[in-house]
């Protein structure tokens, strides 16, 4: 049972830098999904915890205790591959007492942890079975249970899910969900998948280009992205963008995006008085796009003229993509009783409550 | 459209028709004269020197059907007329076919021959024995005339001594090169430690020196050592030219064994001594049996470095040695070498079935991934 702190880590490959003055504590017991695009240094960070990689500069704490020049055997972790990593030539029970009678632990102990794991991943009928006597989601379950039998005091995952089929993929996602709630471990869990981090954590660090861009808990995340980075790769279908500039005054200020005039709520225009004149970024999320006729009482909206290039039935809402103006491309997720079709000239309506606004050069949320 | 996929179609099935045509052609020039081999290994001394081992199947020849004095009162010397046949006497040595298909022939020569009356007729020859082999496995017996007249058999060498000398050599020759290079492959592909690079590089380069230039020096310091003729210089030898090819080929399977596999075994806390013995090891048996095979054949057969370093002392000499003696000083003895080659095969053959396993049993499959 520890907590993990990066300390201003930076790690180097030659010339290239994968991780850049990296701060972050993760909590005890805490499930904390480190997510971004391929490349973005998030599984470099867990690299590294592990004790794979040397770090460059900074200092990695589990617990109280520095671990930088910690072998990984004595890191008191454990991982779980994105391949499994299952060692081809030994059953099931082997590959899970690899690890303990590497350290030497009493036979009957070995035996205990290895059935009480199996037992937890319903895994015991295939102790004897080689690793390729087993389905994708069984050999998951081994990998998992081998990081399991360790009882070690951080578990590190690195995209555990990716190789297994859309169906098991959510099925294993919640059964890793309660085997942390179970074990009442600290779990670091390494996706680019924006939907699992979503789903499974308690704070999410989203990554970009080997810098940290936002901790927070998923739902703080969703609502007040820190910058455009953030709000584009948190949701799906994806926040949409438009640029344009304040105007008006104090009073009765307007973003300007060209292709239509968004008055602002005196309680916005109030926070980013600063930038009245300036270039900025509007952000809508697609499920703050409703169609005039099925507006929910308590919204606060702002019509635009819209036209409709494309419509996608979901059964629950539907996906309208619609151009305003010449090129302002965005995607609304609106009332399925609203029949829009191909083609269509349309009114619809942003709430104005939940927009979001960022700053075009620096991209940070200016609300 | 059609017409293109008709085409493309017709390309493939020429494709098909030129890889598998020359594929045959290719296994048909290596089996066919290994099958002689065979064939003429169970065929005795007079049969081995007056035909061919493809004799074995039916075929026609001119078989003896009459045996008969030359007529009287011929004149030798021009035209004759024999039953039926008419020619000089060279057109009947060469023989003379009737127009009843039989063939008339003079054997001898002109004043003391014979008139051999021939039918070509479907003949197969299966007069097959086992005295090659047994006269290579207990040995020739000779016959040696002593002066006071009488004549003693002598025991010849038999290929026993040769065998196990050649196992003698084989194993460790064998054995040692593959221990060193898993264990330098694995440094290599694994380890990082100064230098490695340049000495990778070094060993791969070590595979284009040809072992030739590399006997006299050796021999040199093996006769300063007092090692020559020894089975441990011929070990050392075969390890030493071995290991480059040994090394490079175990490189480049280990290195590309799944780094994931490491590190979980590194977390695991395993050192990479254990790593070694525990994984790569056994994940690396196809690589290891695949090159085991390689230089177990190729120190088997080798008479060039068995020559130079061992000698052909009898109690060192090694099969391919002994084989080529088997043919005696003239050649007299070659229809032993048909029997001696086979023996000598037998281990090799062994070999290569026992471990072909390997080969087709991918020993990764399904560690990583569905």
Known sequence: MAGVTYDNVTKKYGDVTALKNLSLEIYDREFLVLVGPSGCGKSTALRCLAGLEEITEGEIRIGDRVVNDVPPKDRDIAMVFQSYALYPHMSVYDNMAFGLKLRKTPKDEINRRVHEAAQILGIEPYLDRKPKAL???????VALGRALVREPSVFLLDEPLSNLDAKLRVQTRA?????HKKLATTFIYVTHDQVEA????????????????????????????????VAGFIGSPAMNFFNGTLTGDANEMYVDTGAFRLRLSDETAKKVNAYLGKSV?????????????????????AAIHARVELTEMMGSEIYVYMVAGEDQNFIGRIDPRAKYTMGQEVEVVFNLDSIHLFDQDTEKALL | MAAGERSTKRKKILNDILVNGSLLIIVLIWTIPTLGLLVSSFRTRTDISTSGWWTIFPHKEWVLVKEMEVPEGLDRKGVMTIEGATGTFKEFRAGIETPDGRRVAWVGNRRLGKIQIQANEWTTRTDFTLKNYKDVMTGKQYEVRQPNGSVRIEQGDNMAGAFLNSLTVTIPATVIPILIAAFAAYGFAWMRFPGRKPMFILVVALLVVPLQVALVPILTDYVKLDLNGTFLAVWLAHTGFGLPLATYLLFNYISSLPRDLLESAFIDGASHFTIFLRLILPLSMPALASFSIFQFLWVWNDYLVALVFIGSKPDVQVLTMRLAEIVGSRGNDWHLLTAGAFVSMVLPLLVFFSLQRFFVRGLLAGSVKG
């Not at chain 1, 059964?175 to 085997?179: A, F, G, W």
């Not at chain 1, 989203?206 to 998923?218: E, H, I, T, W």
């Open chain 1, 175 to 179: 059964e890793i969900t309660k085997l």
């Open chain 1, 281 to 301: 970024v509007l952000g809508v999320r697609p499920e703050d796009v409703h169609s005039p006729e099925f507006l929910p009482t308590d919204v606060l909206g």
């Open chain 1, 135 to 141: 389905s994708g989601g069984q050999r998951q379950r």
């Open chain 1, 198 to 229: 979503m789903t499974m954590a308690d704070r999410i660090a989203v990554m970009k280009d080997g810098v940290l861009q936002q901790v927070a808990s998923p739902q703080e995340l969703y609502d007040h992205p820190v910058n455009l980075f």
